[in-house]
């Protein structure tokens, strides 16, 4: 299998990462912090970002990493009581862990883009974590420009929106050729993934953010209705939106930026493990032009415009509503 070691890594490494989330939210120790850019950050985002850098450092030494979270924030001294608990919270799973190593650990997130290199977002979906509802850790390889590896934990996920007696806290995790698979917190197997196909049309639904300022509520859904999805959008954090696109649950997530987040480029750790998740379930994604997600300027995606993840049926459709509205609107 191609890429054996970087999946088997990289999902434990997620794993590891979920536990301590999980336990940061149920000791109700996931207060939000504001960052210099007004995005929140936990202990738990730095937490998840130490321990999985610190993983693969140690498996991948060569391989820079480029994350979400900075230590340079973590290093000031109104943030000491913040990196004393990431430290304390860190050591309950690393043994020795000092605030120095956490330092360390998570400024290894900060690395460059290279021929090869991970991506990572410790915890996407922040506002959705601090209240309790859906969030995801993102783990990625890109080689060559292509994501290759993907792995997104969804903790809070049910397995099945349909049948919540079935549990929570799922991972979903594909290699590029290779297909998607879900497995569970435990790390067993579930099932493969499949996106549904053009016979269950009638119920295609879209997926959208439950923060609004992540997208245009109004031209999405409207661009959903124009290709015939007739059902209520659902709405939830982080992306895990991939996920469901990827096991069926849903068949369309737009992310269009407008007003003061019109020129706003996406950044690539929040994309690359749903793209090649969903894309090796048999879906598509696209910038909102159709042109494809490119992975070779960066720490974003600064040669593309919004996000069109799509079943694949609809994709063409939804490109040509989107071409046709923006057109209109000139």
């Excluded at 290199?117 to 060559?144: C, M, N, S």
């Excluded at 290779?178 to 053009?198: F, T």
């Amino acid at each position: 299998m191609a890429y054996e070691k970087e999946q088997q890594i990289a999902l434990q490494a997620a794993a590891a990462a979920a536990q301590l989330c999980e336990k940061v939210r149920a000791e109700k120790l996931s207060n939000a912090i504001e960052k210099p850019d007004e995005s929140p950050v936990t202990i738990a985002d730095y937490g998840s970002q130490a321990m999985i850098c610190r993983v693969l450092a140690e498996a991948f030494p060569d391989d820079p990493i480029v994350g979400e979270e900075d230590a340079t924030l973590l290093q000031k001294p109104d943030m000491a009581a913040c990196l004393a608990q990431v430290t304390e919270m860190v050591s309950e799973y690393v043994p020795g862990t000092t605030s120095e190593k956490i330092i360390e650990w998570v400024g290894r997130g900060k690395g460059e883009s290279a021929q090869r290199f991970w991506t990572l977002d410790p915890i996407d979906g922040t506002k959705g974590y601090v209240r309790g509802d859906q969030y995801a850790i993102a783990l990625a390889l890109i080689e060559d420009g292509e994501v290759k590896v993907g792995v997104v934990g969804s903790p809070a996920m049910p397995v099945d929106f349909a049948n919540p007696e079935a549990g929570r806290g799922v991972f979903f995790v594909a290699v590029r050729g290779e297909g998607a698979k879900m497995y569970a917190m435990d790390l067993k197997p579930i099932r493969d993934l499949k996106v549904n196909d053009a016979s269950k049309k009638a119920d295609f639904r879209l997926v959208q953010s439950v923060e609004k300022a992540h997208g245009t509520p109004t031209e999405q859904e409207a661009a959903a209705k124009a290709v015939g999805i007739t059902a209520d959008p659902f709405c939830m954090d982080s992306l895990g939106k991939y996920g469901a696109i990827a096991r069926g649950e849903a068949d369309l997530y737009l992310r269009l930026p407008s007003g003061k987040y019109l020129n706003r480029k996406e950044n690539i750790w929040d994309h690359a493990a749903g793209v090649v998740v969903l894309e090796e379930a048999g879906g598509k994604v696209s910038d909102r032009h159709g042109n494809p997600l490119d992975f070779t300027q960066g720490s974003t995606l600064a040669k593309n415009t919004g996000i069109v993840a799509s079943n694949g049926v609809l994709h063409d459709d939804i490109i040509q509503a989107l071409e046709a509205s923006a057109a209109a609107a000139v």
